[in-house]
């Protein structure tokens, strides 16, 4: 038998902007439509999206300087519904693996819906976690952001025992994330946090363990770095460019490395990225990589059980390491732009209400 069609609210991308993403106005980058969702296909689920996951990478899903062709996933094409991970209930299947009240995750290929059609074969059913932990860190702590931290860490950085290791946006999603698997889990001497207010700083040494963390709107943020590495860094795990990896490149050890996770300092402006201290690259010999974790997902597998484990016994802390905000589609918008000024600690995700 035939299944129904069925309506949802969705947000389509209206226009590509050239700076920050325009909310309101005649300009708006987003665009909120009623669309009819095709009848479901054999392989395909129909879901009730429960939450979006909120990352500052889907800026690049929109407006890149990289040509299209070279991105890691599909842009969004003007017209098409914007994409995101989303955790979601399935309501109709027609896929022998799922059943109507099954949850399934899909790291990317989610969109702004309040319903979606999923393929089966690349959607994650949801095992419960242990000790009572929210389903939602497999949005976070659990996906993406923890596989992009330890994937970074270990295959890009090299971070071995006894390291020192720096990490920028140290309060995200996948930021706090490397300041515990690099100090709980891979054994580096001295962890230094780096981050936007005195708070986050206090919660990445009291709640997460870094050894220390620098407040980069400092106005003496240069100095304390230098103080927080005395010694020198190892690897630099870099999620945002700009002046901080530019004051981090005096900092790296002759042979250190950068793994580059993100740039999000320049995602939304039109300006290109300064870097005066470049030629510390050549003085010092350091090595800058850049990575995306859906290049190990053959070991994702055996990442998760390990950080999952790590939870259950305590090594890795999650509390208070999720924002979650609960709105109607018509907010989402303006929850993901809270990004990039620092509005979340740990993963922003929205909790849908319809």
């Excluded at 226009?15 to 054999?42: M, N, R």
């Amino acid at each position: 038998m035939a299944m129904a069609s069925h309506t949802t609210k969705q947000w389509i991308l209206a226009a590509k902007p050239t700076g920050a993403p325009v909310l309101s106005g005649p300009d708006a980058t987003f665009e909120l439509q009623t669309a009819t969702l095709p009848p479901l296909g054999a392989g395909q689920i129909l879901c009730k999206v429960r939450y979006f996951s909120n990352d500052t990478g889907q800026r690049n899903f929109i407006q890149s300087t990289v040509a299209p062709g070279r991105l890691y996933v599909p842009a969004v094409p003007v017209g098409q519904p914007m994409r995101s991970g989303i955790l979601a209930e399935v309501l109709e299947s027609a896929a022998p693996a799922f059943q109507p009240g099954d949850l399934v995750m899909d790291f990317h290929l989610g969109t702004w819906s309040e319903l979606v059609v999923l393929d089966a074969a690349t959607s994650q059913p949801l095992a419960p976690l242990p000790n009572g932990l929210p389903l939602t860190h497999y949005l976070g702590a659990f996906g993406a952001s923890g596989l992009a931290a330890y994937t970074g860490l270990v295959y890009a950085g090299g971070v071995k025992a006894g390291d020192t290791v720096v990490v920028s946006a140290a309060a995200g999603a996948t930021g706090s994330m490397a300041v515990q698997i690099a100090k709980k889990l891979l054994g580096a001497k001295r962890v230094v946090g780096i981050a936007g207010s005195d708070e986050k700083c206090a919660w990445i040494v009291e709640q997460l363990g870094a050894d220390a963390c620098v407040n980069y709107k400092s106005a003496t943020f240069e100095e304390e770095l230098k103080a927080a590495t005395s010694d020198e860094v190892d690897v630099y795990f870099d999620n945002v460019g700009g002046a901080v990896l530019d004051a981090m490149l005096t900092r790296m050890k002759r042979h250190g490395t950068v793994a580059v996770s993100g740039a999000v300092s320049s995602y939304n402006s039109a300006e290109a990225m300064a870097l005066r201290n470049w030629f510390e690259v050549v003085a010092m010999r350091i090595t800058v990589r850049g990575f995306i974790m859906l290049d190990y997902l053959d070991k994702a597998p055996d990442i998760l059980k390990e950080l999952i484990g790590a939870a259950a016994d305590g090594r890795i802390k999650l509390q208070d390491g999720e924002t979650v905000v609960e709105a109607r589609i018509e907010e989402q918008p303006g929850i993901w732009m809270r990004l990039f000024s620092g509005g979340n600690q740990g993963k922003l995700l929205t909790k849908l209400v319809v």
